[in-house]
C-alpha cells in the first residue's frame, strides 16, 4: 500500500512541473514573437522614413481632406458641354451712322426696363436708326427720379454695343425742337414688322428723324428671329446694361436690416412663394429617395434663427421644383388625406422634367394661334437657348 502511493505521488510531482514549463515555453515564445515583430516593424518603418524623404508611414491629412471637400463643395457643376455664345457670325453687319434716331420711355419694372431696352437696342439695328439713351419711367411705377445714368453704366453701355448700333446720351441740339413721331409698337413685333417701319423714314422724312417709342417691354418677339439679333439681346441685357459703380458699391455693403412691406403669410405659402421648413426639406429628399445620410448646406443669410453661408451639394431642385404643388401635399398629409408612404409617387411624377438642366426655349401651348400664342410663349430672355448657348 505504501508503495503505490509512493508510486502515485512519483507521477503526480513530475507532471505538475511539466505544465509549468510548458506554459513558461509559450509565454517565452509569444514575447520572443511580439518582440521580433516590433522590431521588424520598426526597422521596416526607419527604411521607409529614409527613403521617402523622411514622411511618416502613417499619418492623416487632415487639412488634405478638408481642402478635397471644400474643392467639391465650391466648384462649378458641370455645363453638360455648354457654354454662352453671343458672339456675331460671321454674316452680321454693324449699323451704320444713320440721322434717324429713336428716343424711348421705358416702362414697367427694373426687369421689364431692363429688357426693353436690350429689346430696343436691337429694334434700332434693324431699323438702322441711332438709339438716343432710353428715359425710365418715373411716375406709372416706382414714383422715381432715377436717370439712366443713375441705374446703370452709361458709358459701358454705349461702348460695348459700338459695333452693333449707334448710342448716343442725348439728341444733338438742332434736332431737339423738331417734332417726333410718336409709335406704339406692336408687342413681340417680328422682323418683318420692324423692316417695314423703316418706311417710317421715308414717309416723314422731310420733317421727322425722330420717333419716340412710347413704351418698351415686351416689343420684340421671343422667337423665329435671326441669329444675330438674338445674340444681340443677349449682349445688350447681360453684358452691356450694367449697374452704375454706386449701385455695384452698394450691392458690396451688407446691411443690419431691409424694409419689408407687409405680406399674408398664409397667401405666400399656398401661392409657393415661401421657403420650405427643415421638417418638410427632409420629407421632400426622403420622397425623392435620399438617404437619411444626405447632407444639406443652407445657402442664406439668418434662417429659423441661425446663419449659414454654405452652399448645397444637392442639386439645385428647391429653386426648381414646383413649390405649389408640393404645398398642396405637404397639406394633405397634415389633413390626414396622404401618408408619408404615399408621398413618394406624386414628388417623382412632379420633380421628373426639373433637374435645371438646359432645354430648348418652348413655343407656347399647342392648338393656341394668333397673338395669344405670342403672348404665351417662353421669354426669350428667361431661356435664351439654343441661340445663346452652344455645344462645345
Known sequence: MQRMVNRRGHHHLPLSRHRKSSFFSITLYVILIFSLSIFTFLLYSSYVLQEDNKVPLLRVEKPKINKLLDDQLWKTPSGLGLRQCVKRTSRYRATP????????????????????????????????????????????????????????????????????????????????????????????????????????????????????VAKSDSRLANNDLPLDIQRLRCRALYHALRFSPSIESLGKRKTSHWKVKNINPTEQRDAGLCPLTPKEVGIFLKALGYPPSTLIYIAAGEIYGVTRTFRSSLPGFLTLFPKKSLVQLFDLMEAGQLEESSLSLPVMQLHRQRFGGPRRRGSGPPGIKGRVRLRLEESFYQNPYPECICKS
Open 97 to 212: 451712322v444713320s440721322d434717324h434716331y429713336i428716343t424711348v420711355k421705358s416702362n414697367g419694372g427694373l426687369n421689364q426696363m431692363r429688357t426693353g431696352i436690350a429689346d430696343m437696342v436691337a429694334v434700332a439695328h434693324i431699323m438702322n436708326a441711332t438709339l438716343v439713351i432710353p428715359q425710365l419711367d418715373k411716375s406709372s411705377f416706382w414714383q422715381d427720379s432715377s436717370t439712366f445714368s443713375n441705374i446703370f453704366d452709361e458709358t459701358h453701355f454705349i461702348k460695348s454695343l459700338e459695333k452693333d448700333v449707334r448710342i448716343v446720351k442725348k439728341l444733338p441740339k438742332e434736332l431737339e425742337s423738331l417734332p417726333r413721331a410718336r409709335k406704339h409698337f406692336t408687342s413681340w413685333g417680328g422682323l418683318g414688322y420692324y423692316e417695314e417701319m423703316t418706311t417710317l423714314w421715308k414717309e416723314y422724312q422731310e420733317s421727322y428723324f425722330i420717333i419716340h
